[in-house]
T-cell receptor
Framework: DGGITQSPKYLFRKEGQNVTLSCEQNLNHDAMYWYRQDPGQGLRLIYYSQIVNDFQKGDIAEGYSVSREKKESFPLTVTSAQKNPTAFYLC???????????FGDGTRLSIL | SQKIEQNSEALNIQEGKTATLTCNYTNYSPAYLQWYRQDPGRGPVFLLLIRENEKEKRKERLKVTFDTTLKQSLFHITASQPADSATYLCALVLFTGGFKTIFGAGTRLFVKA
């Protein structure tokens, strides 16, 4: 059954720590995305990738980093430079950037 | 400035009635408009897409309209059911050299039995 898997579902970060959120898809989609969702706000784009080994910054990339070494995988690292990391993080994929996006079920990150 | 506006107040309706949700935008010229459903603690799920040259699109109990003059899309759920209770997001797909999707904050719908 095709889809997007995000793990873990809940993640806790200590001050000064980097954490990595996993996103894997078996839909054979070229494009993948990371969004941040805060209460009362729309999804905000952090990074996106249209093809393996290439990615672009979104609207709020500061304090985050990504890699796209395999088509199926697009991990997001929340670095210690991200001063307000508490949020719900959503990963998505699509065949191309004009098509509707398929989303994972998110990772909720909290600060200890 | 560029904005997508969806009613931040929750919409409460009785089962069997038609729910109508609004998406207004300013200073965008979208190529497409999409609607998604999001349940609490889950990722959004794509429902419908309508192109800029289309006025209306239907899928089962769902209907979307798109008025590029008013810069508005309406999303209707007919014969609503408690299972339709969720947050509904609209998204504009813009072409600015490449395609970019911009999401609204969503409107929460509660359908009472």
């Amino acid at each position: 059954d095709g889809g997007i898997t995000q793990s873990p579902k809940y993640l806790f970060r200590k001050e000064g720590q980097n954490v990595t959120l996993s996103c894997e898809q078996n839909l054979n989609h070229d494009a993948m995305y990371w969004y941040r969702q805060d209460p009362g706000q729309g999804l905000r784009l952090i990074y996106y990738s249209q093809i393996v080994n290439d990615f672009q910054k979104g609207d709020i990339a500061e304090g985050y980093s990504v890699s796209r070494e395999k088509k199926e995988s697009f991990p997001l690292t929340v670095t210690s430079a991200q001063k307000n990391p508490t949020a719900f993080y959503l990963c998505a994929s699509s065949p191309g950037t004009r098509q509707p996006q398929h989303f994972g079920d998110g990772t909720r990150l909290s600060i200890l | 400035s560029q904005k997508i506006e969806q009613n931040s107040e929750a919409l409460n309706i009785q089962e069997g009635k038609t729910a109508t949700l609004t998406c207004n935008y300013t200073n965008y010229s979208p190529a497409y408009l999409q609607w998604y459903r999001q349940d609490p603690g889950r990722g959004p799920v794509f429902l419908l897409l309508i192109r800029e040259n289309e006025k209306e699109k239907r899928k089962e109990r769902l209907k979307v309209t798109f008025d590029t003059t008013l810069k508005q899309s309406l999303f209707h759920i007919t014969a609503s059911q408690p299972a339709d209770s969720a947050t509904y997001l609209c998204a504009l797909v813009l072409f600015t050299g490449g395609f970019k999707t911009i999401f609204g904050a969503g409107t929460r719908l509660f359908v009472k039995a």
